[in-house]
Nanobody
């Protein structure tokens, strides 16, 4: 079992920045890939970004590419730096871990409770 703890969400204005943090309780093969998903009401969770151990592989959704940066400074900690936030970035952001990096939601093994990001003017 791996527990994930997210932090860093909040309410901001368009153009602001936020940094989300995710800490895993331990490193296992299930935490090889760490990622962030966003879920809008009534919709399935969608991959925002993910990163493999050591940062060899990264992924960004088209809507956040060039504005968000995912990083890992330890095998159990990942960050999502978000810049130039706009209204469409609002949602519940979930940290997740998986043995392999993929945008397929069902392939991720463990999930955090989520942290809310609200962008409003």
């Amino acid at each position: 079992q791996v527990e994930l703890e997210e932090s860093g969400g909040g309410s901001v204005q368009p153009g602001d920045s936020l940094r989300l943090s995710c800490v895993a309780s331990r490193y296992t093969t299930s935490t090889s890939c760490m990622g962030w998903f966003r879920q809008d009401p009534g919709k399935e969770r969608e991959a925002v970004a993910y990163i493999s151990t050591g940062g060899v592989t990264t992924y960004y959704s088209r809507s956040v590419k060039d504005r968000f940066t995912i990083s890992r400074d330890t095998p159990t900690t990942a960050y999502l730096q978000m810049h130039s936030l706009h209204l469409g970035d609002s949602g519940m952001y979930y940290c997740a871990v998986s043995p392999t990096c993929t945008t397929t939601y069902s392939a991720w093994h463990y999930w955090g409770q989520g942290t809310q990001v609200t962008v409003s003017s």
